[in-house]
């Protein structure tokens, strides 16, 4: 059985710092695109970022450029986020996903995606 299970997740302040892990099991994801999204009270789920199976190529939400760094160690079959400079509208419960169709592009739609974590949440106060 696949499972996605994110940590890392909690309430800082704006101007903090906060590091996302997706620890996968069941199955290897090396070679697969995986990915961060984030879905706020009330609003649709959104694309945050995302790598692909070799780690070579990324890909960010231009809310997430500059502040939010994705990563992998396919050794360990996880995947990171690491988010500085947090900001109150950074609030939402993250989730990642892994995708198990190779492709050549990395996907910024959860259609893209056929894994998913059950999400944990990131809430910044101002």
């Known amino acids: 059985q696949v499972q996605l299970v994110e940590s890392g997740g909690g309430l800082v302040q704006a101007g903090d710092s906060l590091r996302l892990s997706c620890a996968a099991s069941g199955r290897t994801f090396s070679g697969y695109a995986m990915g961060w999204f984030r879905q706020a009270p009330g609003k649709e789920r959104e694309f945050v970022a995302a790598?692909?199976?070799?780690?070579?190529?990324?890909a960010s939400a231009d809310s997430a450029k500059g502040r939010f760094t994705i990563s992998r160690d396919n050794a360990k079959n996880t995947m990171y986020l690491q988010m500085n400079s947090l900001k109150p509208e950074d609030t939402a419960v993250y989730y990642c996903?892994?995708?198990?169709?190779?492709?050549?592009?990395?996907?910024?739609?959860?259609?893209?995606?056929?894994?998913w974590g059950q999400g944990t949440q990131v809430t910044v106060s101002s």
């Open positions: 996903a892994a995708t198990g169709r190779y492709s050549v592009t990395i996907s910024r739609t959860p259609r893209g995606y056929d894994f």
């Open positions: 790598i692909s199976g070799s780690g070579g190529r990324t």
